[in-house]
């Protein structure tokens, strides 16, 4: 399978304890982004990455988020001290950036939910 | 404020008639736009895009059409078929997007084809 996987699929968590998810986006882009979604609502953007840089964070991204790609390869998302409000499907795409339409291959997401 | 809405959170269509489904957006720097489907426990999947330098782009049974005067687009769906029923989002990139170029989504909406 060459499209982007996540990991785990799934994560039930307890308010206060920390979380980490990971991304592995298709081999030769060079692009990742993180997304959340809501119930009822689309993709929120979080974070992007060109290679291991990390170019632009979202202001919903709090200081509890931290994003790596220490090798330009696959990603991690970790969330600090999680919050009921934290509870949402977490979606990693990655693309081109010869990409001129900026067409964007999502994973199949990582559902938190903290009780 | 949402910069890109689609305003009608779920339509139906007998199998074979044409699914029209609506986006209207906001922010005049927009420059790319795009159609993906999701299915439940899936991540959103690209369908077709069109620039802004065009007003229609037609891909089999998916065409896209985009009014720039009036801040409109649109995904034409004919013959729809059952496979089709899913939510439809709508996104936008643009300059104002900054490097990332990351897509700004509409809440989407649900497409039921009937058989």
């Known amino acids: 399978d060459t499209g982007v996987s996540q990991n785990p699929r799934h994560k039930i968590t307890k308010r206060g304890q920390n979380v980490t998810f990971r991304c592995d986006p298709i081999s030769e882009h060079n692009r990742l982004y993180w997304y959340r979604q809501t119930l009822g609502q689309g993709p929120e953007f979080l974070t992007y990455f060109q290679n291991e840089a990390q170019l632009e964070k979202s202001r919903l991204l709090s200081d509890r988020f931290s994003a790596e790609r220490p090798k330009g390869s696959f990603s991690t998302l970790e969330i600090q001290r999680t919050e009921q409000g934290d509870s949402a499907m977490y979606l990693c795409a990655s693309s081109l950036v010869q990409n001129s339409y900026n067409e964007q291959f999502f994973g199949p997401g990582t559902r938190l939910t903290v009780l | 404020d949402q910069q890109v809405k689609q305003n009608s959170p779920s339509l139906s269509v007998q199998e074979g008639r044409i699914s029209i489904l609506n986006c209207d957006y906001t922010?005049?720097?927009?420059?790319?736009f795009l159609w993906y489907k999701k299915y439940p426990a899936e991540g959103p999947t690209f369908l077709i895009s069109?620039?802004?330098?065009?007003d229609k782009n037609e891909d089999g049974r998916f065409t896209v059409f985009l009014n720039k005067s009036a801040k409109h687009l649109s995904l034409h769906i004919v013959p729809s078929q059952p496979g089709d029923s899913a939510v439809y989002f709508c996104a936008a990139s643009g300059r104002s997007s900054g490097s990332a170029r990351q897509l700004t989504f509409g809440s989407g909406t649900q497409l039921t084809v009937l058989p």
């Open positions: 922010n005049s720097m927009f420059d790319y």
């Open positions: 069109i620039s802004s330098i065009k």
